[in-house]
Structures are given as C-alpha cells and as structure tokens.
Nanobody, 125 residues
Framework: QVQLVESGGGLVQTGGSLRLSCAAS????????MGWFRQAPGKEREFVGI????????YYTDAVKDRFTISRDGAKNTVDLQMYNLKPEDTAVYYC??????????????????WGQGTQVTVSS
C-alpha cells in the first residue's frame, strides 16, 4: 500500500523559508516521478514542480522558479521542497504526488496515481 506523508508546513513571514518533506512508503522515490502541487483558498490545485524518476531533471512552474528547489533522498525515501523568499501568494495547502515507476515527468494532476494528505503553508505579509 502506497502512502505519502507531507510535513514541514507552517506560518512564515514574507521573505522567509520553509522546507517541506514527503515521506513515501510502498514505492521508491528513486524509481518514481515525484511532484508537488498546491491549492490556495478558493482556487484549483496547481502544479508546483517535479523531479523525474532518474533524479536528473526538475521542472517548476514559472511562479516559483528560482525560489523553490526539489530534491530527494533515496536512503530515507523522501522528497523535499525547499522554498525560499516566500510570498503571500504562496499560501496554500501543498501536496506531494507520485506517478508509477519509470513513468515520465508530468505537470498534469490526472497523471498522478498517489497523493499525500497535504500540509498547510501560510505566508503572512
């Protein structure tokens, strides 16, 4: 049974940093494309970034490029989202998601098979 559990969310001031972590069980982050998505209040869930199953490629939405970084730790079976220079518009519930082993990286939510429960990030102005 696959489980994805996010942690690390919280309240931070504008310009601050947070590091979210996604702990996976039932799958290997070293074989699966792992994505991060977010949903702000009153808005649809949107793509944030992804790391390919090889770990060689990462992609980000323009709004977070140069501020957010995705990395993974195969030994811990975790994927992290490091967020710098946070802005109020980054306030959202952040979700970790996984595709099946060896599938391609995708920005489309419907391509993801497994989801975490989400962690709240609130950026105060």
């Amino acid at each position: 049974q696959v489980q994805l559990v996010e942690s690390g969310g919280g309240l931070v001031q504008t310009g601050g940093s947070l590091r979210l972590s996604c702990a996976a069980s039932g799958l290997s982050v070293g074989r699966c494309p792992m994505g991060w998505f977010r949903q702000a209040p009153g808005k649809e869930r949107e793509f944030v970034g992804i790391i390919s199953w090889t770990g060689r490629d990462t992609y980000y939405t323009d709004a977070v490029k140069d501020r957010f970084t995705i990395s993974r730790d195969g030994a811990k079976n975790t994927v992290d989202l490091q967020m710098y220079n946070l802005k109020p518009e980054d306030t959202a519930v952040y979700y970790c998601a996984a595709r099946r082993s060896y599938e391609s990286a995708s920005r489309r939510q419907q391509d993801y098979n497994f989801w975490g429960q989400g962690t709240q990030v609130t950026v105060s102005s």
